[in-house]
């Protein structure tokens, strides 16, 4: 193991992922840094273990331990997206709890609840995150996570923000408070 902590702190983190997932392939590893696949790959072959999976709850269910497993795939391009990951049967239960009680968009009448015709509504715009391609070092992430910093603390004092904050205080739905937020700025 590596004397320095975060290397080393790394390492460990690899090797409870492999502990889980095994070994990935030379081809899963192509997004990994050269020290990932190198530590990886000086270490033992695993095979998976994800039915450990079930032993971490006793509610445990088929349907969790499926999305986990879908969710935790050493390849980016190979986990589930999101849009799946929300649509998946392990998370109907936790939708229609949701919209029974908690939610914005259904309401009770005399005769009893009014569903929404959409659970999942696609926002506008769609979330992009092209931005994270730029970044290829620590050295850039950190740098932009500062930038953010320091545009929220200018941001806080704004009218924009306190607009924000009004409307979030009145029940507004995100989606309506950016629409609102992107005609301030």
Same mark, same amino acid.
Do not use: W
């Given at each position: 193991?590596?004397?320095?902590?975060? /290397?080393?702190?790394?390492?460990?983190?690899?090797?409870?992922?492999?502990?889980?997932?095994?070994?990935?392939?030379?081809?899963?590893?192509?997004?990994?840094?050269?020290?990932?696949?190198?530590?990886?790959?000086?270490?033992?072959?695993?095979?998976?273990?994800?039915?450990?999976?079930?032993?971490?709850?006793?509610?445990?269910?088929?349907?969790?331990?499926?999305?986990?497993?879908?969710?935790?795939?050493?390849?980016?391009?190979?986990?589930?997206?999101?849009?799946?990951?929300?649509?998946?049967?392990?998370?109907?239960?936790?939708?229609?709890?949701?919209?029974?009680?908690?939610?914005?968009?259904?309401?009770?009448?005399?005769?009893?609840?009014?569903?929404?015709?959409?659970?999942?509504?696609?926002?506008?715009?769609?979330?992009?995150?092209?931005?994270?391609?730029?970044?290829?070092? /620590?050295?850039?992430?950190?740098?932009?996570?500062?930038?953010?910093?320091?545009?929220?603390?200018?941001?806080?004092?704004?009218?924009?923000?306190?607009?924000?904050?009004?409307?979030?205080?009145?029940?507004?739905?995100?989606?309506?408070?950016?629409? /609102?937020?992107?005609?301030?700025?």
């Amino acid at each position: 193991m590596p004397e320095i902590p975060s /290397v080393y702190a790394l390492c460990l983190q690899l090797d409870l992922i492999t502990d889980l997932l095994g070994t990935p392939s030379l081809e899963a590893m192509r997004t990994a840094c050269e020290g990932a696949k190198a530590h990886i790959l000086r270490g033992p072959h695993k095979q998976p273990s994800l039915p450990v999976l079930y032993t971490l709850s006793s509610q445990a269910t088929h349907e969790a331990v499926h999305l986990l497993c879908r969710m935790l795939v050493f390849d980016p391009s190979k986990r589930i997206s999101a849009k799946d990951a929300l649509a998946h049967p392990y998370l109907d239960e936790g939708r229609l709890r949701y919209h029974t009680c908690m939610c914005k968009c259904c309401f009770s009448t005399s005769t009893g609840r009014v569903y929404t015709s959409d659970f999942e509504p696609i926002t506008n715009p769609k979330f992009d995150d092209t931005f994270e391609k730029n970044l290829s070092s /620590v050295r850039q992430v950190k740098a932009q996570i500062r930038h953010e910093d320091d545009r929220e603390k200018k941001c806080i004092t704004s009218t924009v923000f306190n607009k924000r904050f009004d409307l979030l205080g009145k029940g507004y739905h995100c989606a309506v408070i950016m629409r /609102v937020v992107s005609d301030i700025s």
